[in-house]
């Protein structure tokens, strides 16, 4: 029996290793980011429906949700930086056919799951007051945001497990299956929006309640109908929920690649708070602008990100396998995919900024900050198109404290004190230079990073 169980797991490795290391570069990525990238783009849209929702509730109310915005960004950070160590490590193991380790990796993923959200819980219980009310004197948008921000931590273990599947799933090729989980939990968030937040249906009118309410029950369903495709279906992977010994070598590992990841999307949460200080000293209307940029920036990078979560687990394998001139071919391709995207993300932000933040209910004084806001920051564009590509190699071949090195200079070293400076000395209108300013810096830093790592890990496989 298990021998006969040893061979069919044998089997099942080596149609994945066919596909990892023998399908034709591009027809490998397409078929690993566009769904990928498919998800991500639903993911923004109902990130983008959400705040169009909670504008009509008012302005109060969409500064609510503009200060909370760095607290969701922490805990995806919390959750995608875990996962991405997830990935990068579990491609690797099965590149280098270390299946067992394989398996281990991914069943210590589910468990760290359970200990980031009881962090976030406990934070939503006990400090989501002292948080908002750090930020503003208004009681609307205080009794906003406590509503908001609790109900988003305390439930926020259904997204932490989604990730966490969804990352397990990715490393071993399968990106269909998170795909259809992110497309059924998109559309249950759209379809409860208006219904919670405006009381259709005999529903009691909810407001914010509502918003936050439906995006924890649509990360739920995704959760849920992970879990089944996980547990009841076949995969190179398999997961253990009892019996896993902890094992610090292993958690070590995933967090080489996760605590760089995590830490660097957690900077952006660090960002937006700093930001947040800085632009409620002009007004309201300037906080409400940098929530909106945010939102709708996902709708260009979010793509970016799915073929970030496409390409890692093909460079991570063929890193393992050691075979650099398919690592190479795959990242050359995903970094002109990337610049082609951003490309057009900046053309549509520079031609139509007004009618994009006119989506957000927004008042005159937002939209006479928000076009010049938009405008400028879409400069940004197309240089982080190559850092997110750079940084997703470093991920990729183990080297995530490269990526949180660049992340850090250009959120936290660069993008703050420039911003302080530039709407101090020349005024708000300059102060969303930072953005472009930064992004330039921090992409001569990871092209330095990249022809080190070229020269010494990847170069030698190629001679």
Known sequence: MDKKQQTSEQITNEIKENKMGTMPVGKLMLSMSLPAMFSMLIQALYNIVDSIFVAMVGDKALA????????????IAVAVGTGVGLNSLISR????????????????????????????????????????????????????????CTIVTVFS?????????????????NMLIPMICMLVGAITNIILDPI?????????????????ISTVFAQFVSMVFGLIFLFTKKHEV????????????????????????????????????????????????????????????????????GLNQGTMPILGYNYGAKNSERLMKAFKLALLTAIIIMTIGAIIFQVFPAQLISLF???????????????????????????IMTSTLFQAIGHGFLSLWVSMMRQLILILPLTWLLSHYLGLNYAWYSFPLAEIFALAAS?????????????????
């Not at 932490?160 to 090729?173: D, M, N, R, S, Y």
């Not at 209910?361 to 850092?387: K, Q, V, Y």
């Not at 092209?447 to 001679?463: A, M, N």
């Open 64 to 75: 609510a949700v503009s200060l909370v915005f760095p607290i969701q960004i922490l805990i």
């Open 93 to 148: 193991r099965l590149g280098e056919k270390r299946f067992e380790e394989a398996d281990n990796v991914a069943s210590h993923g589910m468990i760290l799951s359970f200990f980031s959200w009881i962090i976030f819980a406990i934070f939503g219980l006990f400090f989501s007051g002292t948080f908002v009310q750090s930020f503003t004197d208004s009681n609307v948008v205080v009794n906003y945001g406590i509503s908001y």
């Open 157 to 173: 273990l259904f997204i932490f497990v989604q990730v966490t599947v969804e990352k397990i799933l990715q490393a071993t090729g």
């Open 196 to 212: 919670l937040i405006f009381g259709l249906f005999g529903v009691p009118r909810m407001e914010i309640a509502g918003a936050a």
């Open 238 to 305: 398999h997961v253990k929920l009892k019996g896993v010994r902890f094992q610090l070598k292993t958690i070590k590992n995933i967090y080489s690649v996760g605590l760089p990841a995590m830490i660097m999307q957690a900077i952006g949460s660090v960002m937006l708070v700093g930001m947040n200080a800085i632009l409620i000293t002009f007004s309201e209307a300037a906080v409400n602008i940098l929530g909106i940029y945010f939102k709708l920036q996902s709708f260009i990078f979010m793509p970016v990100f």
């Open 361 to 387: 209910n927004a008042t005159d004084e937002m939209l006479e900050i928000g076009t010049r806001a938009l405008r400028i920051i879409s400069l940004c564009f197309i240089p982080a198109a190559i850092g």
């Open 447 to 463: 092209i330095l990073f990249y022809i080190k790592i070229y020269k010494k890990e990847i170069k030698p496989y190629r001679d």
